[in-house]
């Protein structure tokens, strides 16, 4: 994993080169996405690419180049890199500039850096018995659509549920559950799946639209509602998704027990197959 995108060109790692006045350091004023690589393909990337774009767009970032341009260059690298499982990472910043609030004179021109990790799934038993959670209180701005790089609010609630002995927090206003940290949330109750729907208190997560187009293919009625934390803890099934590693049961929530069932079950088994048509690893739930 020796090779990064630095703008237009593949360059050693050793080679990057950030400013500490770049934007995305001063004021995490820029965007992100992660892509997951199974066995050599990118799973989805044009869907994430135009995430990327919607994002940019919300906050009036321009790409530093045509978005087809920037698919054939994070290929070149993840071949550069020979990843054959794992995950892409790309950022643009506003760029390098003076700092000041407003943005920078329209000459600066945007900074992307992109760069690969080669991982592997979690253990098999978290796909089997699923993994604990944790209730926190979601304080993130209002724009939760736009994959921003200020996460300070996601990173305090991840180190909640790792203090707690927990896989993930998951994020409520109010009674309203959100999401997770960095997991969309998916709740079974008599047969049909709940999510909360796609607005600007959620990211839409890739993986998240891909559960629901599984469920579409298999007869599984998906109702996109708000719904409180009563609904969740009372919840015959639930699950967490997540870009690379996929449908994760919900094994408990706070001290409450979550039932691990068939419509999990049959989802994450669905959701391997397409992966592994992708060009997925030879066995195991994703």
């Not at 993130?140 to 996601?154: A, E, T, V």
């Amino acid at each position: 994993m020796n090779y990064v995108l630095e703008n237009q060109q593949i360059v050693p790692r050793e080679n990057v080169e950030i400013s500490f006045l770049d934007r995305a350091y001063v004021f995490g004023d820029g965007v992100y996405e992660v892509i997951g690589v199974y066995n050599g393909v990118p799973f989805k990337m044009d869907q994430h690419l135009t995430r990327l774009q919607s994002s940019a767009d919300q906050i009036q970032l321009p790409l530093p180049y045509d978005i087809k341009v920037l698919e054939e260059k994070l290929i070149e690298l993840q071949e550069k890199n020979h990843l054959v499982t794992g995950f892409i990472y790309l950022q643009i910043s506003r760029g390098v500039a003076p700092r000041t609030h407003h943005f920078p004179n329209p000459e600066v021109v945007p900074k992307l850096i992109a760069h690969v990790t080669e991982t592997t799934r979690l253990p098999d038993d978290f796909y089997a018995y699923g993994v604990n959670t944790i209730l926190v209180e979601d304080v993130r701005w209002l724009r939760c659509n736009i994959k921003s790089l200020n996460l300070l609010p996601n990173v305090l609630a991840k180190e909640t549920a790792i203090k707690n002995n927990c896989f993930e927090a998951i994020l409520y206003r109010g009674e309203t559950i959100t999401e997770g940290s960095s997991s969309n949330v998916f709740v079974v109750r008599g047969n049909k799946l709940y999510t909360h729907p796609a607005n600007n208190y959620i990211l839409n997560g890739i993986t998240r639209s891909t559960v629901i187009d599984i469920c579409q293919k298999n007869n599984i009625e998906v109702v996109e509602t708000a719904f409180n934390k009563e609904f969740l803890l009372n919840a015959d099934e639930a699950f967490l998704t997540v870009t690379f590693l996929g449908i994760i049961p919900i094994r408990q929530v706070d001290e409450k027990t979550v039932g691990i069932g068939e419509i999990t079950k049959k989802i994450q088994s669905e959701y391997y197959e397409l992966t592994h048509k992708s060009g997925v690893g030879s066995k195991g739930v994703i």
